[in-house]
């Protein structure tokens, strides 16, 4: 289980990384696709430590 968790965290981490630098971009699309991204890390995240703490 905590491979898993270790796993999960570690591509949370890569998509936040990835979101950044779609937002340091001048596009708008991009940025506004970074902010779509970011949130969705966010909720995994989430969803993630809820998982962690139930178990």
């Known amino acids: 289980m905590n491979e898993v968790i270790e796993l999960q965290q570690s591509r949370m981490e890569a ?12 596009c708008g699309v991009a940025h506004a696709i970074a902010e779509k ?6 909720l995994s995240q ?10």
């Open 15 to 26: 998509i936040h990384e990835f979101a950044g630098y779609l937002l340091a971009s001048e």
């Open 37 to 42: 991204i970011s949130e969705l890390a966010a």
């Open 46 to 55: 989430e969803d993630l430590q809820i998982a962690l703490d139930a178990s």
